[in-house]
């Protein structure tokens, strides 16, 4: 018997199907799928079961289209275990959360912090306020912090500089401010549309991504094979809130750098894109758009000659304003070579989406472990070289333009709303589903197990932002303090994304 299974994108299995390791072996076999590229982690996580700890894990296999599963069962107790993160640090957030929700022990983690601080953490005594920031000690030296309160409208996060003059030698990010149970609510909460407004609800500049990993992940373990027209809603929906959220992000971007021309001009370019979501579902932010089974807002011709005439009013005025932006030398000056992450370190930490593309590294779950309509579109993913802000703002930018191409391409031919909705089954037993879906920021990774009665036993949230808020402190080392916001904007992680 194999030590693993291999699963698809969005397939359910039994959960005796994944084969039950030995730890050494469990942490052998995982971390060496690691050795290539090709593979990452994308969820690792444990749950309770009776006296034991049931811990899971996903990797990816980007080559093949596949999921790699394995398990492992330890004991709830003081035992002290060898960590993946040793050997590989793409797996240390996930094992800092391990840690902190079941108080898992390990010898030799190299960062062994808390991740969230959630309510149900198992030792209550660790505060937020007694978080262990790391520190030099030194004469010439000199700490910054910043947050957890902003001076914008944005959820609160503290980031710790340590600083020789104006230049950054370190910077710690400390998250855990707003944790709302997300997960727990997902098993406590019983009916469909309850759980269906959570996972809108998890990030709420990601509502199509998380809504979309949801309704597929239960359609999966309900044996639900979703018709033409719910999947067409569903690609058009993600690539809509890519193209509205990346060209926000160029606005903040210009803020950052005291561009103000740019900065309006994008940001009104970002209104009539959501505009169109409040005239196609009534919600700005697509919130009641995406549902299991079912589709309240069929896409009509009409709607299609909307969204047309809009992208044609769009590209006119943004390309122009980019093409101001890119040949400013004062804007240029401050995105080359300003915040990099390297392919070394980004295939080190494990980076995902965007954060990953712009270090050379092929991780599009559009591409890699296509969905809905994605595996009909021949979806070529944007591969920049250099990992810093300008290749950040560049692949927003042909991103945008991509995302405009693929809807075009969809609206040649809009499905028929089918009328004659079939029934859901009830979710399949003692199983286990995984969905991955390509939100704007990267992969988002929903896991879901049920018990003998088909009901949730466990639900596991994994946003893009968990891999990728260690890149943004690798990549202010050595530059400025000053140049912190539009390092931080180039990545816009999510803070409700990584506290749940």
Not at 56 to 73: F, R, V, Y
Not at 127 to 144: A, C, G, N
Not at 376 to 399: A, L, T
């Amino acid at each position: 018997m194999n030590n693993y299974t291999l699963i698809k994108n969005n397939q359910t299995i039994p959960i005796v199907n994944i084969p039950v390791l030995k730890y050494d072996d469990f942490l052998l076999l995982n971390t060496s799928f690691l050795n290539s590229e090709s593979h990452h982690c994308v969820n690792y996580y444990g749950y309770l079961v009776q006296n034991h700890i049931k811990l899971i894990c996903c990797i990816a296999d980007d080559s093949n289209s596949t999921i790699l599963i394995s398990s492992c069962e330890i004991k709830k107790d003081a035992t002290k275990y060898p960590s993946f993160s040793a050997k590989h640090l793409a797996f240390h957030v996930f094992e800092r959360e391990l840690h902190e929700n079941f108080g898992i022990n390990y010898t030799d983690h190299p960062w062994l912090k808390p991740l969230r601080f959630p309510f149900d953490r198992a030792n209550k005594k660790l505060q937020i306020k007694d978080y262990p920031f790391y520190q030099i000690h030194s004469e010439e030296l000199h700490e910054v912090g910043v947050g957890p309160i902003h001076a914008g409208i944005i959820e609160p996060g503290h980031f710790r500089f340590i600083c020789n003059g104006e230049q950054i030698l370190h910077l710690e990010i400390q998250n855990g401010f707003t944790h709302r149970g997300v997960e727990t609510l997902f098993l406590n909460k019983k009916k469909l549309l309850q759980r269906t407004i959570l996972a809108e609800s998890i990030a709420g500049d990601t509502v199509v991504g998380h809504s979309a990993a949801f309704v597929n992940l239960w359609e999966s373990l309900c044996e639900y094979e979703a018709d033409e027209d719910l999947q067409f809603a569903r690609t058009l929906a993600l690539e809509l809130e890519r193209i509205a959220v990346h060209t926000g992000d160029l606005s903040g971007i210009c803020t950052d750098i005291a561009y103000q021309l740019g900065s309006s001009v994008f940001g009104r370019l970002r209104t009539p894109i959501i505009n169109f979501f409040q005239i196609w579902c009534g919600n700005r932010l697509a919130k009641g758009l995406i549902r299991v089974g079912n589709n309240h807002f069929p896409f009509s011709k009409d709607l299609a000659q909307q969204l047309e005439k809009i992208f044609q009013d769009f590209e006119s005025d943004y390309t122009e304003m980019y093409t101001e932006l890119k040949e400013l030398p004062s804007a240029l000056s401050r995105l080359e070579k300003t915040g990099e992450v390297t392919r070394e370190q980004s295939a080190s930490i494990g980076t995902v989406g965007m954060v990953a593309k712009t270090s050379g590294i092929i991780r599009d779950i559009r591409a890699t472990h296509p969905y809905n309509l994605y595996s009909q579109m021949n979806h070529q993913p944007i591969i920049k070289k250099h990992g810093d802000v300008y290749s950040r703002v560049q692949i927003r930018n042909e991103e945008i333009k991509q995302s405009i191409a693929h809807i075009r391409k969809l609206l040649e031919n809009i499905p028929a709303e089918n009328k004659n909705n079939k029934p859901l089954n009830e979710p399949q037993k003692n199983s286990f589903a995984l969905s991955l879906v390509e939100g704007w920021r990267g992969e988002i990774c929903h896991c879901a197990i049920t018990d003998d009665e088909g009901e949730l036993q466990h639900y596991k949230i994994k946003d893009p932002s968990m891999h990728n808020w260690l890149a943004l402190a690798l990549a202010v080392r050595n530059n400025e303090i000053s140049d912190f916001p539009i390092c931080n904007k180039s990545f816009n992680l999510s803070y409700c994304g990584n506290d749940l």
